[in-house]
């Protein structure tokens, strides 16, 4: 399967995007197909040996709108659709400056025949009908020229949309106050009165064009955490080349390029430290506000700010690898994405127009047959057409989903999808990985102890022999294990390992000459049926502060024991807390023995503890949980906890941990600091009650709007809906719906 993001033009509302769905979904090979209206982007998931892009494309084309695919994050590309929304929103503007004078002189025009007397300041011309309908022609077909396009291409293409509404509301009394200016006679012979509605044509399509300008420009500000990522990137970098310093550039930097930075400059693309140290502010990305020191061999990231040093850097990464590009790919990505939430939404999205039309030729036939008055008949017909709006349906759930997903990114919080957003406010259970989540996840050895002791230099031998081991396993223990072996002198080079093992959750091997060489945990040394008890004594006391222990064995024979240690983070025990106080049972799972993960658990703050789990069984330490009817999280870092992060309901990785972690996640914490999962949780409860608000508004609205335009209130209180108020009210709804989604941009993480 491939995945392909597509740039949409030619949408005007909900049903739009609606239809653009529906006939995405129908192709042959397409398997999923996310349409959001707020961002013009469609999401596309195909079977490439059933259906190409081309075909996409053409489908498209053939229901009357354009999509062409977005390649990657580009800032030159971005420039140019900015340019071309001012440009758009500068035309809108002139014709809503025009439409509105053309309004107010027909509005003045009919004071007088809506009040039923003269008013002596109105001049007599422009109460003439052939001049109120030479004014008000420009505005139909000028300004109102996007609606009658629209309502033509949706006609042709068989489907219905805003546009139909509001050009068949505006064509109809345009046309019926046309033909009673020119058969005046008619109407009166027929026992009705010649009267004209040119202002309601005019003040309706000036209003509506005004609402979509509006919406348009609060829109915009949606995407305002994608600019701002976008705007962290450097524009120039001062690599080396031939032996000399150029600027160059970002585009032009390549892999192995070496990049100087000085003091107060941004770090152009991602790297690793080749000479010289500083201090790195990396906030901007990471959210954490104290610089990071870096020296050689340290990684940086490009967008973050150097403070202090100079220093120069290898390119490890670029255009679009680069951390920064692959946090803005995820944003957009979940900004395109859909909630479960919207589902209902879209389902009434789909049928609202059509539904709409028939009530509006009810309406007519009941005041029309039934009530004997084509005025009332024509203005309730077209005061239903006009208030009615798909758009604020439509919009309700995806600009809350976009705020809230670049409000989280603003915090070092990348959501991955629609969905992981709106499911991480009902979590009840949340499972922490101990190593390189609770703790540093930069273990260090803090005791030693053998069998013989120092005795004709042992000590240093057998260390010599579990560092060469150690050195070929990738675990942050086994790493432990060799950096002691380096600072206590070990002599280089380390001898060769042949046979090497490791055994999931227990330990490794390895033969070194004729010697076989283990280190691993009591479990594994009880399976193997090894004799411990020379020194049990240590390693119980050494478990009880909280180490880790592993057995060295030498053939079969136990002849020392290491004890290390991983601190806890700073920030775990508060995040701990935090998420307790939220009602959330907290759980603990790490491959350490029972003494050592409790006495961790304790000094964090946990109760339930899952210890001596293989790799193998922390997804089925997931699924338990979940029996138990609950919404669990869980938090990883290693690739060893990717099975799980995907099993878990809402899977959240560290950013400090490994790309397979991060993938199998719906959510990934850049800092690594867990407090991340509170700012989450709580973002995921503000989005959520925000959409609930702006769906309620949306159904509200239109549940009350349509009867009362279609005159239900006038046989109670003789009180009819005029179409310009209902044009006024359609046209504001969606920015309403809009503008109460841009207060998520004021969310900030409560205290406890």
Sequence with gaps: METVN????????????????????????????????????????????????????????????????????????????????????????????????????????????????????????????????????????????????????????????????????????????????????????????????????????????????????????????????????????????????????????????????????????????????????????????????????????????????????????????????????????????????????????????????AIAITTFVIWFDFMGNVTLAMITTVGVLIIACPCALGLATPTSIMVGTGKGAENGILIKGADSLELAHKIQAIILDKTGTITQGKPSVTNYATVRGTANGHEIQLLRLIAAVERNSEHPLAEAVVRYAESQGVQQPLPKVQNFAAVAGMGVQGMIGERLVQIGTQRWMDTLGIDTQSLQSQRQRWEAEAKTTAWIVLDGQVEGLVGIADAVKQSSVEAIAKLQKMGLEVAMLTGDNRQTAEAIAREVGIKRVFAEVRPDQKAAQVKALQTEGKIVAMVGDGINDAPALAQADVGIAIGTGTDVAMAASDVTLISGDLRGIVTAIQLSHATMRNIRQNLFFAYIYNVSGIPIAAGILYPLFGWLLNPIIAGAAMAFSSVSVVTNALRLRNFKPQAY
């Design 6 to 357: 597509l740039r949409l033009k030619g949408m005007s509302c909900a049903s739009c995007a609606n239809t653009i769905e529906q006939v995405i979904q129908a192709i042959p090979g397409v398997s999923e197909c996310s349409v959001n209206f707020a961002i013009e982007q469609a999401i596309v998931k195909y079977n490439p040996q059933r259906t190409n892009l081309k075909i996409i494309q053409q489908v498209v084309a053939d229901a009357g709108y354009t999509a062409q695919p977005i390649q990657e994050v580009d800032a030159p590309s971005e420039d140019a659709e900015k340019k071309a929304r001012v440009a758009e929103e500068k035309e809108i503007t002139r014709k809503v400056i025009v439409g509105s004078i053309i309004s107010v002189l027909l509005v003045i025009g009919v004071l007088p025949m809506m009040i039923g007397s003269e008013i002596s300041w109105v001049p007599a011309w422009l109460q003439n009908f052939w001049v109120q309908f030479v004014l008000v022609t420009p505005v139909q077909f000028w300004v109102g020229k996007a609606f009658f396009a629209g309502g033509w291409k949706a006609f042709k293409h068989h489907y219905a949309d805003m546009n139909t509404l509001v050009a068949l509301g505006t064509a109809v009394a345009y046309l019926y106050s046309l033909f009673a200016t020119a058969f005046p006679e008619f109407l009166e012979s027929q026992g009705l009165e010649a009267a004209v509605y040119y202002e309601v044509s005019s003040v309706v399509i000036t209003l509506v064009l005004l609402g979509r300008l509006l919406e348009n420009r609060a829109k915009g500000q949606t995407s305002e955490a994608i600019r701002k990522l976008m705007g962290l990137q450097a524009k120039t970098a001062r690599v080396i080349r031939n032996g000399q310093e150029i600027d160059i550039p970002i585009q032009e930097v390549v892999v192995e390029d070496v990049i100087v930075v000085r003091p107060g400059e941004k770090i152009p693309v991602d790297g690793e430290v080749v000479e010289g140290e500083s201090s790195i502010d990396e906030s901007m990305v990471t959210g954490e506000p104290m610089p990071v020191k870096k020296q050689a061999g340290d990684e940086v990231i490009g967008a973050t700010i150097n403070k202090t040093g100079s220093f120069k850097f290898k390119a490890t990464k670029v255009g679009k690898d680069t951390v920064l590009a692959q946090i803005i790919k995820l944003v957009q990505d979940a900004q395109g994405s859909k909630a479960p939430i919207q589902q209902l939404a879209d389902r009434v999205t789909g049928w609202f127009v059509p539904a709409v039309i």
